[in-house]
């Protein structure tokens, strides 16, 4: 059985737009290993240094309280492009494992805000409930991007990031680049055997998994 026909599931769809994810996680000793193997097989790499502020909704605990899971805001900005501007994006639910058992398969809006993302967001009825830093590798694979970084917490009185330390761990997230749809001539099983491919030319030195995140 062939890996899309393994990874098929029930079409999606309408114009719902998803990202199509796999996680994985190492530590510090690795990192040589698996970036010359992921280079190896990428079409360009760059450093990144990225700023990330998670909003929820204003009346986050009504929803909860009415059994309404809230949608949290979330902005990003690369720090490291001169003229970096800030990313919105927001995901729903991942879509079942049965229906995609492979890999994280979930709904996924973006846009690029001019000027002040916190201000923005507090339009929209959004309050801040954390901030941090990512800190490594961006590699460009086709329609995926490859993210290989550590989380830098925040220093609470500068506002500054806090180096990550050796023993934290690596994070990778294996990605469609940007939003993509499910269409007759591109269904998103498509992409779900891309991001697996990834998985397969990992293994021995990563393991790549689907997460309900």
């Known amino acids: 059985m062939s890996m899309r026909q393994a990874s098929r599931g029930k079409p999606s769809e309408g114009n719902t737009t998803y990202e199509i994810a796999l996680f994985g996680e190492f530590f510090s000793k690795d990192l040589p290993a698996i970036m010359n193997r992921i280079t190896l097989h990428s079409e360009s790499a760059h450093q990144m240094h ?3 502020l998670v909003f929820e909704p204003f009346d986050v605990n009504m929803q909860r309280e009415r059994g ?34 492979d890999a994280t398969v979930r709904p996924w809006a973006t846009m690029q805000v001019q000027g002040d993302a916190l201000s923005f967001a507090s339009a929209l009825g959004y309050v801040r409930r954390s901030q941090l830093y990512k800190r490594g590798y961006v590699f460009r694979k086709g ?45 998103l099983s498509q992409y779900v055997d891309n991001v697996l491919e990834v998985q397969l030319l990992m293994k021995g030195l990563l393991d790549l998994r689907r997460q309900d995140v």
């Open 50 to 52: 990225t700023r990330e």
């Open 143 to 187: 329609p995926l991007v490859i993210q290989m970084f550590q989380q830098e917490q925040v220093d609470p009185k500068t506002q500054k990031p806090i180096p990550a330390s050796q023993q934290t761990l690596w994070e990778v997230e294996v990605k469609t680049a940007t939003p993509v749809t499910s269409s007759k001539d591109s269904p």
């Open 68 to 101: 309404v899971d809230p949608v949290l805001l979330r902005a990003k900005k690369e720090l490291l492009e001169p003229d970096g501007k800030w990313v919105l994006y927001s995901y729903l639910k991942p879509e079942s494992v049965r229906v995609h058992p």
